[in-house]
């Protein structure tokens, strides 16, 4: 058996770092045995790698100066673990000018910057694997670039945000605030001491963005996907969502039709009979619309340390496994967007509504409310006024039929106007997934 | 941009067949500009292609003699899809002696001919790709072999035969009975005429084997996998499962502990609560255990013409993306069995158990039975004696506790032989889920 070996050069070793370092070291024999393949781990870069190397490094070289690794001939693959759009751009870049292939599993990077690298990649003729960078080492980039490509893709939606789901479960299975919420998944480990990239969306529409890139063909910047966290989101809403047989679940959505996709992060309600709905704590589940393949589910733990160092030592066999190929031949032609394909704006798009009003507890009040609402075109479905102990202000909760966006912004910028309306209306979208 | 032009033989123009023929058609342009690679359909065979080849031929050649393609020096890859062991087998070696590579969907083959289909491939420098084989185009084959390359797996569970789900189904959620859930699967085109390769559990046995091999390193011999089907499920035995908070599934499972490996395929006992029991219809679903990642799920249609045409579309492209990798360098080294694996006895493995014994409605009964299980050891976690209105017969259904199965056994086979016993007693596994 001829044995393959690959130079490694880690450039950042905070938590995912040394986890790959670790797994590198315990599954030595493994990937000799079943790949025919010795990775070498050469050279690891970071701020503090002197005073405080992983355990496990051995003999590697350790350097606080990135450009030593890219300006090591001996090293084939460099794997980006910083974070972050600079220098985690440079570095990419750098490495595949220096006719090395790269691993990453930087969201934000490939969201950003992708169709810069894998252009680069392509020019250079080496790749850029990032598995990493969505639902961890669940293969959601593998499938939908190999696994799945006999097939075109609709579309995709799911949950792909560990900690936004944690705190809704928490919300919904523990009866807890929101903020008591946050305060057990950061106390869980589960929630960054600053959770505001997760909880206000961001983190999502990241994943959502390389995601839309690799199933419809288009790459989406940020700003033109619809972005809500879930930081609205009330106990009272989960409690009345289950009255009405749903569950609230931060959802991205993408969709193509007639040339024109859609791109969206937002709470959603949808039925308690749907999977997703049982998707709970920091699991990750992604529905990827195929055709003729129908809906094909992928699931599993999307974050942590060990979840996230098996995507990048995936990618690193993977790569081993094929660095003589074009980088064109690999993952399809990333390098290249399908042309015709235009976003479709928020305003277009028709969902159903969950709204919840807090309003005065007076005769009239129901009437001015759907009098607004029918005024924009927009059909109720069923409405509950929930009766609070005598309180002077109650809550009316509403699910309208299929309405647009853009209606139902002005009617409730309109009903938020009444005096009788004494704080801004809750609107979350509601989804009738197959 | 470089087109990929690669040279098809298609063996087999049946049901998947066609589906292959019209997908090659109509995603031509699609896979020349996403994959810069052009498949050209350039000879099919089948017994009776001349009086009736399938739609959208082209200008294909057209044979009812196999030997044509093995011999034509044009054709790159050829696709075995007649099923059955022979002359399936004669093909697929066939084609690797001559060079070319291979896509099949014949789970059978796959099961019982792997290793020596993956060392004549080795030897030859050629490839099989067989994703259709197990869930159609649902990329599990793929996961396994290269998704999760960075993890070891510990074992895998999962319904990975439509027919049977959906028959379970009916009879869940229609109140069917066996053989009108049967009816209706045939009806709608989810059982063959003769389903008994489904229904006795045989088909997921075959694809269970694939699976082991791929996940835990070992050629487990279909003799050596414990298969029991679904035809001796009652409606009532559904019934009692779902008044207990449990669902009744076939499931294949597969571990593996301390260097052995149990594989299996029984109906089982899940909590209701497991996403698996609202896995319904022909949907497929499979829960690998990945290690560092944990549990990841994949989900799909797991049959279908178009299903199993996209997974050989998917093959193909994967294929043309590098024909010029040695085949020991791809999925892994598959030609090679993990040495130190045994398999686990039936006998020794402990599961929970559903017993439901139909006995004379007489005082003593429970005793006489209880007292043979305390017998064996065989601790009874709950017991129901269901009252049937004034029926000389009543059933008795127990949940045990965790029991060896061969003790279960001997434990029934006594308990049969009571007077007050008139038929065989039911016994179906619990497993508990994570």
């Given at each position: 058996?001829i044995?393959?070996k690959?130079?490694i050069?880690?450039?950042?070793?905070?938590n995912?770092?040394?986890?790959?370092?670790?797994?590198?070291?315990?599954?030595?024999?493994?990937?000799?045995?079943k790949?025919?393949?010795?990775?070498?781990?050469?050279?690891?870069c970071?701020k503090?790698i002197?005073?405080?190397?992983p355990?496990?490094?051995?003999?590697?070289?350790?350097?606080?100066?990135?450009?030593?690794?890219?300006?090591?001939?001996?090293?084939?693959?460099v794997?980006?673990?910083?974070?972050g759009?600079?220098?985690?751009?440079?570095?990419?870049?750098?490495?595949?000018?220096?006719?090395k292939?790269?691993?990453t599993a930087?969201k934000?990077?490939?969201?950003?910057?992708g169709?810069?690298?894998?252009?680069?990649a392509?020019?250079?003729?080496?790749?850029?694997?990032f598995?990493?960078?969505?639902?961890?080492?669940?293969?959601v980039?593998k499938?939908?670039?190999?696994?799945?490509a006999?097939?075109n893709?609709n579309?995709?939606?799911?949950?792909?945000?560990?900690?936004?789901?944690?705190?809704?479960?928490g919300m919904?299975?523990?009866?807890?605030?929101?903020a008591?919420?946050?305060?057990?998944?950061?106390?869980?480990g589960?929630?960054?001491?600053?959770?505001?990239?997760?909880?206000?969306?961001?983190?999502?529409?990241?994943k959502?963005a390389i995601?839309?890139?690799l199933?419809?063909?288009k790459?989406?910047?940020?700003?033109?996907?619809?972005?809500?966290?879930?930081?609205?989101?009330?106990?009272?809403?989960?409690e009345?969502?289950e009255?009405l047989g749903l569950?609230?679940?931060?959802?991205?959505?993408?969709?193509?039709?007639?040339?024109?996709?859609?791109?969206r992060?937002?709470?959603?309600l949808?039925?308690?009979?749907?999977?997703?709905?049982?998707?709970?704590?920091?699991?990750?589940?992604?529905?990827i619309?195929a055709?003729?393949?129908g809906?094909?589910?992928?699931?599993?733990e999307?974050a942590?340390?060990?979840?996230a160092?098996?995507?990048?030592l995936s990618?690193l066999?993977n790569?081993?496994?094929?660095?003589?190929?074009?980088?064109?031949?690999?993952?399809?032609n990333?390098?290249?967007?399908?042309?015709s394909?235009?976003?479709r704006s928020?305003?277009?798009?028709?969902t159903?509504?969950?709204?919840?009003?807090?309003?005065?507890d007076?005769?009239?009040?129901?009437?001015?409310?759907?009098?607004i609402l029918?005024?924009y075109g927009?059909?109720?479905?069923?409405?509950?006024?929930?009766?609070?102990?005598?309180?002077?202000t109650?809550p009316?909760?509403?699910?309208?039929?299929?309405?647009?966006?853009?209606?139902?912004r002005?009617?409730?910028?309109?009903?938020?106007?009444?005096?009788?309306?004494k704080?801004?209306?809750v609107?979350?979208?509601?989804?009738?997934?197959?």
């Amino acid at each position: 058996m001829i044995m393959n070996k690959v130079s490694i050069g880690l450039i950042g070793c905070g938590n995912v770092g040394s986890g790959v370092v670790k797994l590198l070291r315990k599954k030595k024999n493994h990937i000799r045995q079943k790949f025919a393949t010795e990775f070498v781990l050469r050279s690891a870069c970071d701020k503090i790698i002197k005073k405080k190397p992983p355990r496990g490094i051995g003999r590697a070289h350790l350097t606080t100066r990135y450009q030593d690794i890219l300006n090591d001939p001996q090293i084939d693959v460099v794997i980006e673990l910083i974070g972050g759009l600079h220098p985690a751009k440079e570095i990419v870049l750098g490495a595949l000018k220096k006719g090395k292939h790269v691993v990453t599993a930087n969201k934000g990077l490939i969201a950003h910057c992708g169709k810069a690298l894998f252009q680069e990649a392509h020019r250079r003729n080496r790749n850029i694997y990032f598995e990493s960078s969505v639902m961890a080492g669940v293969p959601v980039i593998k499938t939908l670039t190999e696994g799945i490509a006999g097939n075109n893709c609709n579309g995709l939606y799911g949950i792909i945000n560990g900690t936004c789901n944690y705190i809704l479960t928490g919300m919904s299975k523990k009866n807890y605030s929101f903020a008591e919420a946050v305060a057990e998944a950061q106390r869980n480990g589960f929630a960054e001491t600053d959770p505001t990239l997760d909880i206000n969306g961001m983190d999502s529409a990241y994943k959502l963005a390389i995601l839309v890139y690799l199933a419809l063909g288009k790459f989406v910047k940020i700003k033109d996907i619809h972005v809500e966290g879930i930081t609205h989101i009330s106990h009272d809403d989960i409690e009345y969502a289950e009255s009405l047989g749903l569950a609230i679940k931060l959802l991205a959505i993408a969709k193509k039709t007639n040339n024109a996709i859609e791109a969206r992060v937002h709470p959603t309600l949808i039925s308690k009979e749907h999977p997703l709905s049982a998707t709970n704590g920091i699991c990750n589940a992604l529905y990827i619309d195929a055709d003729p393949l129908g809906d094909v589910l992928l699931s599993g733990e999307g974050a942590g340390q060990m979840a996230a160092a098996s995507g990048v030592l995936s990618d690193l066999i993977n790569l081993a496994s094929r660095d003589s190929q074009p980088a064109s031949r690999m993952l399809a032609n990333l390098y290249k967007e399908e042309a015709s394909l235009r976003m479709r704006s928020m305003d277009q798009i028709s969902t159903r509504f969950y709204i919840r009003i807090m309003a005065t507890d007076k005769p009239g009040v129901l009437s001015k409310i759907s009098g607004i609402l029918g005024k924009y075109g927009i059909g109720i479905n069923s409405v509950t006024q929930k009766a609070h102990n005598r309180a002077a202000t109650v809550p009316v909760v509403m699910l309208t039929d299929y309405a647009k966006e853009g209606m139902v912004r002005l009617a409730l910028a309109q009903i938020h106007k009444l005096p009788i309306v004494k704080s801004k209306p809750v609107a979350i979208r509601m989804e009738n997934l197959k």
